[in-house]
Every structure is written in C-alpha cells, then in structure tokens.
C-alpha cells in the first residue's frame, strides 16, 4: 500500500511540474512574441524603392542612394552628385626633386604615390559592377520598365556602367509627368509646385524635402526662373494652416510693420518656422496659462510637466 501511494504521489509531483513548466513555457512564448512584434525603429538611411510616374521620389532616392554609395564605394560612389567618374590625380614628377636626390628617397615616393594612383583607379573599375547592381536593385518594376525602353539600355547592361545607367535613370524620371511632350512635363511640374500643400500630420523636415523636390522638377523643366525671397514665401504659404496659421499671421504683421526684413531664401524661411514659439494657452481653476513649445514638428521629443524627454 504504501509502495502504491508513493508511486502516485510522484506521478502527481510529475505531472504538476510538467503543467507548470508549460505555464511558463507559455509565458515565455508570450513575451517572446511581444518582444519580436516590436515595431523597428526605421532606418534613416535606407534606400527607397524608386516610383515612376508624377509622384516620383528620385530626388528621395538620390540623396539615400549618394549616401550609401560614398559610403560603400568612396570616390566611385560621387557620380551620383556629379554625373562623372573620379579620377585619382596622378603625382606630378615635377613636384619631386629627384635631382638631389641621392638616396633615391624622393623617387621611391613618386613611385609609391603612383602605385596607391592607379591602385585607387583599378579598385574603382573593379567596384563598377558592384554600384551598377546597387542601382538595379532599388528599381520599382515601373521605373525599369522605362529605363529598358531606351535604345541605350541593351549597351548599358553589356557594360555594367553605373554611371551610364544613373544617367538613364535620371533621365526618365526627372519629369514630374508621364508624358513626354514637352509642354505638359512644363505645365505638370509648375502645377505639382504652385499647388503643394504641407500634409497635417506631415512634420516641417519632411514637407521641405518634398518641397525641394518639387522645385527641382520645376527648375528642371526651364520654368521661369524664381526670386530667393519668392521660393521662401511660397514655402511659408504651403504651411499647414492648422499648425502655423498664428505664425503665418505673426510673421505678416511683423513684415507688414517693417519689424522683421522677409526670410532672404528657403533655408531662412525653413529655420524661421522651426524655431517659432507657439503659445499654448490652458485653462486653471485660478485663471490661464501659458505654455510655449518651441518645435512644432521635432520627432523624438516629449514634453510631459514642464519637463522634455529626447526618446532614444
């Protein structure tokens, strides 16, 4: 009997800590889920897939691409900016003086400077491909669809070349239109400029890329050239009337009263409406009060108590 019993107990003792092992278990897997569902913070400098069409994001798309290309290639990689191959300058003999040169020590650092020349080049060349692929690979179906319309395409792909393709892709998406008449790609990226609108929940640093965009596809068209002070108060027009829409009127007042000289370009304008103090007025069972938060669209930042928190 007592044989017997012992033996259930342990098989009770068993099967408890087996039922408590799969509550953790399945705890465990909980967190674990949570933990894996975490949304990742975006990476900044991430490629974008590059769109065709009149909504296009090349100019998005260069900047992301230039970066990761300087970043991964060196010299080769500013072709993006400059449309051009580096070319490592070669030593000027004339710069050594190998006529008193005894010990042969300034003809041995010509040599070597050489050598470290055209060992920069050949790494370049070698790295072609390389560049030419990281190109391809951020191609929305789209965009090389197009860019494979081009007579040029088929020598280009042969070749690998990077900066033939970057000319190409540039080329096909620089127009604010699908069209190709030249008229309507004119009129469709000065219409996509004088009608951008900050969206409302679009922060400021956003909005300017977007603007910029805009008005390079607009500068690129031969459109009428702009005033600086122009460009500035068509970005300040464009801002998103329910957050700026007291800074709109403060600044009109101010100019208006000779107060303040208008913004002199973008930037100008763009730092104007960063740094502006918006008053926040709340009601207290004493009476008001007045708070100033002095970025309206600063991601990262929480305010809570009179006290600011940057989130890492």
């Given at each position: 009997?007592?044989?017997?019993?012992?033996?259930?107990?342990?098989?009770?003792?068993?099967?408890?800590?087996?039922?408590?092992?799969?509550?953790?278990?399945?705890?465990?897997?909980k967190r674990h889920h949570r933990l894996d569902g975490k949304k990742k913070d975006k990476d900044p400098e991430e490629i974008p897939?590059?769109?065709?069409?009149?909504?296009?994001?090349?100019?998005?798309?260069?900047?992301?691409?230039?970066?990761?290309?300087?970043?991964?290639?060196?010299?080769?990689?500013?072709?993006?900016?400059?449309?051009?191959?580096?070319?490592?300058?070669?030593?000027?003999?004339?710069?050594?003086?190998?006529?008193n040169d005894i010990y042969g020590i300034h003809r041995a650092t010509f040599m070597e400077d050489l050598k470290e020349s055209r060992?920069?080049?050949?790494?370049?060349?070698?790295?072609?491909?390389?560049?030419?692929?990281?190109?391809?690979?951020?191609?929305?179906?789209?965009?090389?669809?197009?860019?494979?319309?081009?007579?040029?395409?088929?020598?280009?792909?042969?070749?690998?070349?990077?900066?033939?393709?970057?000319?190409?892709?540039?080329?096909?998406?620089?127009?604010?239109?699908?069209?190709?008449?030249?008229?309507?790609?004119?009129?469709?990226?000065?219409?996509?400029?004088?009608?951008?609108?900050?969206?409302?929940?679009?922060?400021?640093?956003?909005?300017?890329?977007?603007?910029?965009?805009?008005?390079?596809?607009?500068?690129?068209?031969?459109?009428?050239?702009?005033?600086?002070?122009?460009?500035?108060?068509?970005?300040?027009?464009?801002?998103?009337?329910?957050?700026?829409?007291?800074?709109?009127?403060?600044?009109?007042?101010?100019?208006?009263?000779?107060?303040?000289?208008?913004?002199?370009?973008?930037?100008?304008?763009?730092?104007?409406?960063?740094?502006?103090?918006?008053?926040?007025?709340?009601?207290?069972?004493?009476?008001?009060?007045?708070?100033?938060?002095t970025t309206l669209d600063m991601p990262g930042v929480e305010c809570k108590r009179h006290k600011c928190i940057w989130k890492v």
């Amino acid at each position: 009997m007592t044989d017997k019993a012992n033996h259930r107990d342990q098989g009770n003792n068993t099967k408890e800590a087996g039922q408590q092992r799969q509550q953790r278990k399945h705890w465990q897997k909980k967190r674990h889920h949570r933990l894996d569902g975490k949304k990742k913070d975006k990476d900044p400098e991430e490629i974008p897939i590059l769109k065709y069409g009149p909504s296009n994001n090349v100019f998005k798309f260069k900047e992301a691409l230039s970066k990761t290309a300087l970043r991964d290639y060196g010299h080769l990689g500013t072709l993006i900016k400059t449309g051009q191959y580096y070319k490592p300058p070669e030593p000027d003999i004339a710069d050594y003086d190998l006529v008193n040169d005894i010990y042969g020590i300034h003809r041995a650092t010509f040599m070597e400077d050489l050598k470290e020349s055209r060992k920069e080049t050949l790494k370049m060349h070698a790295d072609r491909p390389k560049l030419y692929a990281l190109i391809m690979q951020y191609l929305s179906e789209e965009s090389l669809d197009e860019i494979k319309r081009s007579d040029q395409f088929e020598d280009i792909e042969k070749k690998t070349d990077p900066l033939d393709l970057w000319k190409l892709v540039e080329e096909t998406h620089k127009v604010s239109s699908i069209s190709k008449v030249e008229v309507i790609t004119k009129l469709a990226a000065r219409n996509t400029y004088q009608t951008i609108r900050q969206g409302p929940y679009e922060s400021i640093i956003s909005f300017k890329e977007r603007f910029n965009s805009a008005l390079k596809a607009y500068e690129d068209q031969d459109n009428p050239k702009m005033d600086d002070k122009d460009v500035a108060m068509d970005f300040f027009r464009s801002l998103d009337n329910a957050r700026y829409g007291d800074f709109k009127i403060d600044t009109m007042n101010n100019m208006t009263s000779k107060a303040m000289e208008p913004p002199e370009n973008l930037n100008a304008m763009y730092l104007l409406a960063n740094q502006w103090l918006k008053p926040n007025t709340k009601p207290y069972p004493t009476g008001f009060a007045t708070t100033f938060a002095t970025t309206l669209d600063m991601p990262g930042v929480e305010c809570k108590r009179h006290k600011c928190i940057w989130k890492v």
